[in-house]
């Protein structure tokens, strides 16, 4: 029975949210840098807790004995006040712009992606992916030059190979999103399609072209942008990661130098994740 109590409908949210996840290492600062040039685009730059702060807000409020002695009485209503609440809170996160279109950048999107599609049924998700042995790469060329300084997790200790395989476990800083990104394969057609996966290699040889899908996806139109030529504002606290992920930001974009890969190292990526380099690397693992 539906609840006398309920409204019409809940309002949807006020703004255009951009989320950007993916990967570490993958171009999500550069790409949220160049979103911002956008004239109609509102894009900080920095790392949002927003999505921790609504998953945090979900876990304590689901440990509430009140309201769950609510949800007896009338749960519809309890979850049409839920929807409302949270949606309100991404609309005030967002207040100090008026600018229609937001950009919000975590990692944490792409675990919570159908909590992002129940606030905002029409949610574009940018999702951030790199050659994993690069990735890997780059995390060990930083952490040579910081090697005084140990890892959050704290992996200095351990052998690159080690090293490597912690990243790239079930759990790790890069196989745990990567494994998120190949669950989403599972999902309907409709909900697929409100991902766009930028490869970090097509963004920095081709910044204008890939910025010009991007900008087209979203139903935004291209501005006119020098690449070489960019506006760098300050860019998120690297101490917080103790220097090993770096956030700095150029005024212009240009392919990094590749990183050399233990060919053990490699081999091993290319026999665990296959359908990385199959969906966006296709003949690299046959070379």
Request: proline share 9%; glycine share 6%.
């Given at each position: ?40 685009v509102y894009s900080p730059g920095h790392s949002s807790p927003l999505c921790s702060a609504l998953v945090g807000m979900r ?229």
């Amino acid at each position: 029975m539906t609840s006398p109590h309920l409204i019409a409908e809940v309002p949807p949210l006020q703004k255009n949210l951009i989320y950007v996840t993916g990967l570490p290492r993958a171009g999500s600062t550069l790409l949220c840098q160049l979103l911002g040039t956008h004239p109609d685009v509102y894009s900080p730059g920095h790392s949002s807790p927003l999505c921790s702060a609504l998953v945090g807000m979900r876990h304590q409020l689901s440990d509430n004995d009140f309201l769950l002695s609510q949800l007896d009485i009338d749960p519809d209503r309890i979850h049409q006040r839920l929807l409302a609440s949270f949606r309100g809170f991404v609309d005030g996160w967002f207040r100090e712009t008026e600018k229609a279109w937001v950009v919000d950048k975590s990692r944490g999107w792409l675990q919570h992606f159908h909590t992002a599609l129940a606030l905002d049924p029409h949610c574009k998700m940018l999702v951030c992916i790199r050659e994993p042995g690069q990735i890997l790469g780059s995390v060990e060329s930083r952490h040579r030059k910081t090697i005084m300084l140990d890892f959050q997790d704290h992996m200095a200790a351990l052998t690159p190979y080690a090293r490597a395989d912690k990243l790239m476990g079930a759990e790790g800083l890069v196989g745990g999103p990567l494994k998120a990104m190949e669950a989403m394969q599972d999902n309907p057609e409709e909900e697929q399609s409100r991902l766009f996966y930028v490869v970090f290699e097509h963004l920095v040889s081709n910044p204008k072209e890939v910025m010009a899908g991007i900008y087209q996806w979203l139903g935004l139109p291209v501005p006119d942008v020098d690449y070489s030529s960019l506006p760098v504002h300050p860019h998120e606290s690297d101490s917080y990661y103790r220097g090993k992920y770096p956030h700095a930001t150029r005024s212009s974009v240009r392919p990094p130098d590749p990183h050399a890969v233990p060919a053990r190292i490699q081999k091993q990526l290319f026999t665990q994740f296959p359908w990385v380099y199959d969906t966006f690397y296709p003949g690299m693992a046959k070379r």
